[in-house]
Each structure stands twice: as structure tokens, then as C-alpha cells.
Nanobody, 131 residues
Framework: EVRLVESGGGLVQAGESLTLSCAASGFTFDDYAIAWFRQAPGKEREGVST????????YYADSVKGRFTISSDSAKRMVYLRMTILKPEDTAVYYC????????????????????????WGQGTQVTVSS
């Protein structure tokens, strides 16, 4: 059974930092891209960042470039999202998601569509940034 479990959310003030964690199980970790998405109240879900060992690539939404860093630990089957210089507009429920990359469309396709067609999703963790 595939499971993605997020943790690390909370309430912080603007300018502070927070690290989210995603624990993955039930699939071959390095064959998958694992991404962070977020959804704020009244807004559509958006891709924040993704990491893929198969493609040797990481991607970020423009809104978080330079502030957020994604990393993974294959041995621990963990993906992290280090969020710095947090802003009130970063307030959202953050979701971890996974999609199989090995045997799928090539890296060029993934570079153009880093946040498409994710198959597995976690339950989400709330991040609230106060001004």
C-alpha cells in the first residue's frame, strides 16, 4: 500500500522558517518524483516543488524560488521542504504527492510538466504564516 505522510506544519510569523517532512512507503522510492503542492482557502491547488532521482532534477514554482529548498533521503524514504522567509501568502495546506517517473515520459517532458499527473497523495499539513 502506498502511503505518504506529511508532518512539520504549524503557525509561524512572517520571515520565519519551517521544514516539512514527507514519509513515503509502499513503492520504489527512487523511481518516483515526489512533490509538494499547496492549496490555500478559495484557491486552486498549485505545485510548489518536486524532486526526481530518475531525472536528476528539482523544480520550483516561481513564487518560492530562492526561499524554499526540496531534498530527499532515499535511505530514510523521506522528502523535505525547507521553507524560509515565509510570507502570509504561503499560508495553505501543503500536500506531498508522488508519480512514477522510471519508464514514463522522458526528462524533457518532465521539465515542461513537473507538476502534472501525480498519482499518490498524502493527507496534508497546515502551514499558517501570520503577518
Amino acid at each position: 500500500e502506498v502511503r505518504l505522510v506529511e508532518s512539520g506544519g504549524g503557525l509561524v510569523q512572517a520571515g520565519e522558517s519551517l521544514t516539512l517532512s514527507c514519509a513515503a512507503s509502499g513503492f520504489t522510492f527512487d523511481d518516483y518524483a515526489i512533490a509538494w503542492f499547496r492549496q490555500a482557502p478559495g484557491k486552486e491547488r498549485e505545485g510548489v516543488s518536486t524532486i526526481s532521482k530518475s531525472d536528476d532534477a528539482t523544480y520550483y514554482a516561481d513564487s518560492v524560488k530562492g526561499r524554499f529548498t526540496i531534498s530527499s533521503d532515499s535511505a530514510k524514504r523521506m522528502v523535505y521542504l525547507r521553507m524560509t522567509i515565509l510570507k502570509p501568502e504561503d499560508t495553505a495546506v501543503y500536500y506531498c504527492a508522488a508519480v512514477r517517473r522510471r519508464g514514463s515520459f522522458g526528462s524533457n517532458w518532465f521539465s515542461r510538466n513537473p507538476f502534472l499527473d501525480y498519482t499518490y497523495w498524502g493527507q496534508g499539513t497546515q502551514v499558517t504564516v501570520s503577518s
